[in-house]
């Protein structure tokens, strides 16, 4: 059963930056198409970015573009999201998730495994 952690969210001022981490264990993560999704209040869970196995593949939302980075290291089981000029309505807990296959989806239900989030805050 694979397992995602989540870390480094917090609170930022709108212009700053952050960088989340997932950490993955109990499948062979260089298998597995991961991304990262958001939540705001009241909203619906929403595509942020995918990364292929290799990283060599990167998918992000038109919100995000030019401002967020996904990455991975295979040798250390984790993927990251880099975020930069951050704004209030990035707010949101963000969650990684993991998918079989190495097709680079952007739909929820596209991916088996799910973190428990983390929470990022952006002040205006």
């Known amino acids: 059963q694979v397992q995602l952690v989540e870390s480094g969210g917090g609170l930022v001022q709108a212009g700053g930056s952050l960088r989340l981490s997932c950490a993955a264990s109990?499948?062979?993560?260089?298998?597995?198409?991961m991304g990262w999704f958001r939540q705001a209040p009241g909203e619906e869970r929403e595509f942020v970015a995918a990364?292929?196995?290799?990283?060599?593949?990167?998918a992000y939302a038109d919100s995000v573009k030019g401002r967020f980075t996904i990455s991975r290291d295979n040798g250390k089981n984790t993927v990251y999201l880099q975020m930069n000029n951050l704004k209030p309505e990035d707010r949101g807990v963000y969650y990684c998730?993991?998918?079989?296959?190495?097709?680079?989806?952007?739909?929820?239900?596209?991916?088996?495994?799910w973190g428990q989030g983390t929470q990022v805050t952006v002040s205006s």
């Open positions: 998730a993991g998918r079989k296959g190495n097709i680079v989806a952007r739909a929820r239900n596209e991916y088996d495994y």
């Open positions: 109990g499948g062979t993560f260089s298998r597995y198409v």
């Open positions: 990364i292929s196995w290799s990283g060599g593949i990167t």
